[in-house]
């Protein structure tokens, strides 16, 4: 039961210049799971441009067992309080360009999920949402995999996140090589965090396995935060994250409090430059390889 408009498309080059516009008030929840305006499956160089996409009920585009990708010069409206109406969608999915667009909606301003790698995300503007998301991966002990993605001169604003990496416990696989480079906040609640403990509402058991998480690179993240969380960090007590580093990275409150003391729970890595404020709870180097779990290690990503 698909509302996808375009479905299996193949060596295409779409250009088009169209207003989508959905009403959600007929659907059925069960059906919700399925509503994304745009939705290429299986597709190769696949270019969109120039569209704008108002309204989605859910996710706006979405791009599954893809390779080679490129969306340009597109905006994305939706309200800032729309559930689950993710702007673009990347799911196994390789070789992307996202570029040069605004996307304004109520959840994941872009979301990157299992099987996704060498991305580049640059030139847009985030507003409203979730901010710019890696995950959530590993759900019910799934293996997840995303390497080498580059998010780069990304303005985000008023948004739950800015960068966020989240997986669920019990899972396995990696996310390896993540550069955030030149990215502006404003009023953000929680700029800049990695949660491996993710857990959507319901009750989550802590369990040992985890989606690794390394190689996350953090330069010239600067703006402001709205709540208490400029940086996040909550690593798996069995997998902690490693070789996550840091410069330039200046993060002030939009008003009240300066946060002296962010939250890092078993995370590993160096900060080239202080960061402000100083993330003193990270630790420095690689840790002790005793109480790691192997098999999570290798990952066979
Ligand atoms: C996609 O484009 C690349 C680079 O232009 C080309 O090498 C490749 O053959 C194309 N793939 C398909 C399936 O047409
Ligand atoms: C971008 O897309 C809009 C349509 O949404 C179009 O009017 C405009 O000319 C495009 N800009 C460029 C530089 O192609
Ligand atoms: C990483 O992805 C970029 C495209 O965003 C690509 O040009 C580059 O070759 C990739 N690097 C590796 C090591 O695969
Ligand atoms: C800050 O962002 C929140 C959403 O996280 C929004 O509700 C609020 O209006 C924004 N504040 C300003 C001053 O834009
Ligand atoms: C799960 O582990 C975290 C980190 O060790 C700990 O803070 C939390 O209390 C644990 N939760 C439960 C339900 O045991």
Not at 83 to 106: F, K, M, R, V, W
Not at 218 to 246: E, M, Q
Not at 265 to 294: A, R
Request: proline residues 5%; charged residues 15%.
């Amino acid at each position: 039961m698909q509302t996808s408009i375009l479905g299996l498309l193949r060596h295409v080059s779409l250009s088009l210049s169209i207003s989508l516009f959905f009403s959600v008030v007929s659907l059925i929840s069960h059906r919700l799971a399925y509503l994304q305006a745009l939705r290429f499956y299986g597709s190769y160089n696949v270019t969109v441009k120039d569209i704008r996409v108002i309204n989605s009920p859910q996710t706006h585009i979405k791009f599954d067992s893809c390779d080679g990708v490129k969306v340009r010069n597109i905006s994305i409206l939706s309200p800032p309080y729309s559930p689950n109406t993710d702007g673009i969608h990347l799911q196994n999915t390789q070789d992307a360009e996202i570029c040069d667009s605004y996307i304004e909606n109520g959840d994941d301003c872009v979301s990157v999920q299992t099987g996704s790698s060498n991305l580049a995300i640059h030139d847009i503007t985030c507003d409203g949402g979730h901010g710019i998301s890696v995950g959530g991966l590993g759900r019910g002990q799934t293996q997840a995999c995303v390497s080498n993605i580059t998010v780069q001169d990304v303005v985000i604003r008023n948004s739950q996140n800015g960068v966020r990496i989240k997986t669920w416990q019990g899972g396995f696989g990696s996310v390896r090589s993540v550069t955030y480079k030149n990215i502006f906040v404003v009023n953000i609640s929680n700029p800049i965090i990695i949660d491996q403990f993710y857990c959507d509402g319901t009750k989550c058991k802590n369990q040992s396995s985890a989606v690794q998480v390394s190689g996350i690179n953090y330069h010239n993240i600067r703006g402001t935060y709205s709540k208490s969380s400029p940086l996040h960090f909550a690593c798996s007590d069995t997998v902690p994250c490693t070789s996550i580093s840091l410069a330039q990275v200046v993060l002030l409150p939009q008003h009240g409090y300066y946060v002296d003391d962010p939250f890092c729970w078993n995370i590993y890595g160096n900060s080239e430059t202080p960061t402000i404020p100083p993330l003193h709870c990270l630790q420095h180097g690689t840790p002790p390889s005793k109480g790691i779990k192997q098999s999570s290690i290798d990952d066979s990503c």
